[in-house]
T-cell receptor
Framework: DTGVSQDPRHKITKRGQNVTFRCDPISEHNRLYWYRQTLGQGPEFLTYFQNEAQLEKSRLLSDRFSAERPKGSFSTLEIQRTEQGDSAMYLC?????????????FGPGTRLTVL | GENVEQHPSTLSVQEGDSAVIKCTYSDSASNYFPWYKQELGKRPQLIIDIRSNVGEKKDQRIAVTLNKTAKHFSLHITETQPEDSAVYFCAASKDGANNLFFGTGTRLTVIP
């Protein structure tokens, strides 16, 4: 499968626990994005990387959230001290910056449930 | 920041009829407008996109129109089929910016 992959697909955790999600973009895609989607809503932008550099963060990304892309390939999104309001689908997308805005290809998402 | 509104939230059509979904955006600097289809439990998939240097784009049964002056764009699906049933999201972004601002989605149901 050469598409964007995410792991795990589902995560159930108790309030206050830390969780980490992984995203593997399409190989050679230099841009990687994280979005959050709640039921009945469109995806909301969280953060974006170009190669290993985190270039933009939404104000939705509180200090409990941290994202990394250490080698410019896969990325991780960590949520510390989870809250029930963090329950959502976390989507990763990747694109290839050539000229203009490249199409973003989405992964299947990680569904987080905080009890 | 950008604000994208999408209407209607739900749409039911008979198979073979046309469906139209409309979006408005607030930031006049936005110049890239993709449409994504998301089937239940699946990832969003790009079905068509348009840039602000054109007013209309077609791909088989799907077309998108853009009115920059009014800051609105629309998705048109002709000869709808049951497999077109899904949630459709419009989005907007600025060239050089990297985050997509999504609408709230339209649940399209095509009745056989």
């Amino acid at each position: 499968d050469t598409g964007v992959s995410q792991d795990p697909r589902h995560k159930i955790t108790k309030r206050g626990q830390n969780v980490t999600f992984r995203c593997d973009p399409i190989s050679e895609h230099n841009r990687l994005y994280w979005y959050r989607q709640t039921l009945g809503q469109g995806p909301e932008f969280l953060t974006y990387f170009q190669n290993e550099a985190q270039l933009e963060k939404s104000r939705l990304l509180s200090d409990r959230f941290s994202a990394e892309r250490p080698k410019g390939s896969f990325s991780t999104l960590e949520i510390q001290r989870t809250e029930q309001g963090d329950s959502a689908m976390y989507l990763c997308a990747s694109s290839l910056k050539s000229s203009g805005t490249g199409e973003q290809f989405f992964g299947p998402g990680t569904r987080l449930t905080v009890l | 920041g950008e604000n994208v509104e999408q209407h209607p939230s739900t749409l039911s059509v008979q198979e073979g009829d046309s469906a139209v979904i409309k979006c408005t955006y607030s930031d006049s600097a936005s110049n890239y407008f993709p449409w994504y289809k998301q089937e239940l439990g699946k990832r969003p998939q790009l079905i068509i996109d348009i840039r602000s240097n054109v007013g209309e784009k077609k791909d088989q049964r799907i077309a998108v129109t853009l009115n920059k002056t009014a800051k609105h764009f629309s998705l048109h699906i002709t000869e709808t089929q049951p497999e077109d049933s899904a949630v459709y999201f419009c989005a907007a972004s600025k060239d050089g910016a990297n985050n997509l601002f999504f609408g709230t989605g339209t649940r399209l149901t095509v009745i056989p």
